[in-house]
Each structure stands twice: as C-alpha cells, then as structure tokens.
C-alpha cells in the first residue's frame, strides 16, 4: 500500500481520499483553508445525474448573444479578462460542434450511470447516510416554445437513465410547489434530480470522518513536483512533503500544479452567486430550476439557497454581488414572498474545462501522479464517481474506459 498526497480538500479531494482509504493506503490531505467557503461549500447542493449536455452547443450558442446584453443577466463576461480567456473561448467554440457535443454527452453519460450507486458507497465508507433526498425538480419556462423544446430534450436524456420526465401546466406546477405565484406558461417535472443536505453540512461530514482514518494538513501548497524517490509537495511555510503518489484535486487553483508537472490545461471560472436564507419565510418542495434565467432556488433542511448564472471571470477578480441581487429580483416575479433582507450572499468559482469534462486522469508520463478537477456546474454530483476512478486509475486500472477525461487532450 502507498502513502498518497492529495492537494485540495474541496469535494472532489474529500472523495478521492475516502475511496483511497477504502483500498488501505495511507492518506494525506493538503488543504489550505479547510474552513473555508470554496464551491464545494456554496453550491446548490443538486444531484444532477440527467445534467449530460456539455454547456457548449449550438443552442447555447444561439442564447448567448442575447445573454450577454443583459450585464446582470444568466451569462456574463468580465470584459477586462477577456484576452485571457480569449484560448478558453476558442476551445469552447470548437467544442459545441455535433461530432464533439455528442462524444461529451456520452462520455458524462458514462460518468452519470454509477453516479447514484457511487453516493451511496461514498456515504458507507464515511459512515453517513440520509444525506440525499429524492426530491425530483421542476424547470419553469415563461413561454409555450421553450417549454415544448425542453421538455422533448430533458425527456430523451431521462430515456438513457430510466426517469421519468412530466409536462405541466401553471396551475399544475403551482398545486405541487404553492409559492409558485407569478406568470408563466408552465414547467417540467423530472425525477432523476434528487438533493443533497446542506452541502457545507455534506463536506464537514466528510471532512469528520477523514479526520479520523487520514492526515490533514492544515497548509497552503506553493509546488509539486517529481523525483526518482517520490512526489514532492513544498508548502508556502517551507516544509517538504514526500508521497509515493499524489492526487491535485485543487479545483480552479488545480492550473498551477499542472504547469509545475509540466503539463498544460484549459481551465478558467465560471463563476457563480446565490444567496442562502435561513430559517426562510417561504419554501419550495423540490429544486425549482429558472432556465431562461439561468437560476435555481434549493430548498435544504432550514434554508433556501438562490442562484446560480455564469460570470466569466479571472478567479481572484473581485466579486460582484449585484449579481445575486438581480436573481433574487427575478425570483420574486416568480415567488413574491421571498424576502430582500435576510440573506448570506456568496460567490463561487466552478473549475471548468471547455468541453465540459472534468480531467480525470494519470499524468501521461508518470502514473504516480493523477488529476481530477474541471467539474464545472457538476462537481457535487460527480464527486463520488470521481473519487472511485481516481482510486482505480492510481492503482493502475481503468485507464482505457476515462480516456475523454484524460489530460492527454490539452498536451
Ligand atoms: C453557484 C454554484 C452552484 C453549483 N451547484 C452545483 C450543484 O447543484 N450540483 C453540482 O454537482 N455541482 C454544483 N456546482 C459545482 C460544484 O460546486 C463544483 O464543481 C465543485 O465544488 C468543485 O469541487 P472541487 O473540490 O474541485 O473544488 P473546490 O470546491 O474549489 O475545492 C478546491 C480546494 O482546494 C483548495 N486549494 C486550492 N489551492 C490550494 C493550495 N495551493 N494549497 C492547498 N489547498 C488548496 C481550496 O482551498 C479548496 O478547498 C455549483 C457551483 C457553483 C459556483
């Protein structure tokens, strides 16, 4: 058995690690800030398993034109980055055409088949349970068409998995979800959606259970690099960390790593926001997407978390919160009760590649080393599946079948 380091205790890290235990190596976790507030924290806590469209496609294509006037809208650029996001761009343009949209649907189908059972065995080997509730969700859509259009697509995926997807009128919509209030054309229903408990709930559990089978180090990582006798982690205060292997689960922060390993990546922020109330005075039964404003409101135990959108964006720009302001006014032509005060803003950065696959991969050129970052909009519902590949991978299996997530692509 081997001593493993992992750099990152994000969501993705946390799996990882617990599946590397479950095979009786050693595990270290690197994390600099464990209780912070990453992507991992302030997501909107959705399983997302019929979710395998990659973003770009040509009806995405056809949207953002119109999404971008609006500068508060579900798709923005911060226009002071873009030259640095000009290569991510390009990519995500060659991405969206048919050959290559449907290779990535049927690769995060792959991924998406054994993302309920990966949970589950997840959540046996941290000893939790009861942390997924098969709650459904609904998509509103203001007008006939767009209803008409999803519905056929959210249907076709949900064939591949066995879900069930239901057309409804307002009325109906409003009978299963009553704060529903506002003017629109009707929704979907669709049952391959389930919720996750508080998602900062969901990585402190895992977090305890690490805390108790592996090592945490409380450190920031400065480099990673290779040797003859082991993979070596330099932290900013100056210690020298050696594994037999290492894992770079960093999310967005991953880009670093891959350049001291040698390697290059496509990995920008797609940015989000939302605002959490707690104790909220109005509730939902079940995730309520707002598609053609790229929003959702989750209802958990005791809050109702509200957001989403993309924002286009170097990841240590400053934030800006007028962005979930704007959701929470378009949530109120929808759901008039939801309160203005009261609410913990939040800004989160989604590690995304542009072709909307994660890189699950070895370093070509040394398989001591793997990666698994890139998530995206699908870090949470991915993270078990992840977890249980990156075990493999390390122990020398499965390569073969992950070869569209392999780093191989961007070399
Ligand atoms: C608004 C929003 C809503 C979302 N909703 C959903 C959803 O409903 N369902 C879903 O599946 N996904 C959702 N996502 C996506 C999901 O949250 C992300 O894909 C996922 O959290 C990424 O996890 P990660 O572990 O890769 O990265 P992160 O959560 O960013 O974790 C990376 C970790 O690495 C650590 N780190 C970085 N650099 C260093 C260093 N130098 N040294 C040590 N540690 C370091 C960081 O501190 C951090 O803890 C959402 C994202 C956003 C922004």
Redesign the pocket.
């Given at each position: 058995m081997a001593h493993i380091g992992i750099?990152?205790?994000?969501?993705?890290?946390c799996a990882t690690a617990l599946f590397l235990l479950e095979d009786g190596h050693t595990v270290t976790i690197?994390?600099?800030?464990a209780g912070?507030q990453?992507?991992?924290v302030?997501?909107?806590?959705?399983l997302?398993v019929p979710e395998i469209d990659p973003l770009a496609r040509p009806g995405m294509l056809f949207a953002a034109p119109k999404w971008l006037l609006d500068p508060l809208g579900p798709l923005s650029v911060r226009w002071q980055d873009l030259p640095a996001l000009m290569p991510w761009l390009f990519r995500f343009l060659a991405s969206a055409r048919p050959t290559k949209v449907a290779a990535a649907r049927d690769a995060l189908t792959f991924l998406m088949k054994t993302t309920e059972a990966d949970h589950l065995r997840l959540g046996e080997i941290a000893g939790i349970s009861g942390h997924i509730r098969r709650t459904g969700s609904m998509t509103l859509f203001d007008g006939a068409k767009a209803l008409d259009k999803a519905f056929a697509q959210e249907a076709e995926n949900a064939r591949l998995f066995g879900f069930t997807v239901e057309k409804l009128d307002a009325a109906e919509a409003r009978r299963r979800v009553p704060a529903l209030r506002g003017d629109f054309a009707g929704a979907t229903f669709n049952d391959g959606y389930q919720t996750f408990e508080y998602p900062l709930t969901l990585l402190r559990r895992l977090q305890a259970a690490l805390r108790e089978r592996a090592t945490l180090v409380d450190?920031?990582?400065a480099a990673v690099s290779r040797g003859e006798n082991g993979v070596t982690v330099a932290t900013e205060a100056g210690k020298r960390l050696v594994f037999d292997r290492l894992a770079i689960?960093?999310?967005?922060?991953s880009r670093r790593f891959v350049a001291d390993l040698g390697l290059r990546v496509q990995l920008e922020t797609e940015?989000?926001?939302?605002t959490t109330f707690v104790d909220p005075a109005v509730t939902l039964e079940m995730p309520v997407f707002f598609a053609e404003h790229g929003f959702v409101a989750t209802p958990f135990e005791k809050a109702l978390r509200v957001?989403?959108a993309v924002e286009l964006a170097r990841p240590d720009a400053p934030a800006n919160y007028a962005r979930a302001a704007a959701m929470r006014r378009k949530m109120r032509r929808y759901v008039p009760d939801l309160p203005e005060e009261g609410g913990t803003e939040w800004m989160?950065?989604?590690?995304s590649t542009p072709d909307s696959l994660p890189v699950i991969s070895l370093h070509p050129a040394d398989p001591r080393i793997a990666f698994a970052?890139g998530?995206?909009?699908?870090?949470?519902?991915?993270s078990a599946t992840t977890g249980r590949h990156v075990a493999r991978l390390l122990a020398g299996e499965g390569a073969s079948a992950l070869q569209p997530f392999s780093i191989a692509r961007f070399q």
């Open positions: 750099v990152g205790g994000g969501i993705i890290g690197i994390e600099r800030d912070g990453p992507a991992s302030g997501n909107a806590g959705i997302a450190a920031a990582v689960t960093a999310g967005i922060w940015r989000g926001y939302n957001g989403g989160g950065r989604r590690p970052f998530h995206g909009h699908l870090g949470l519902t991915l």
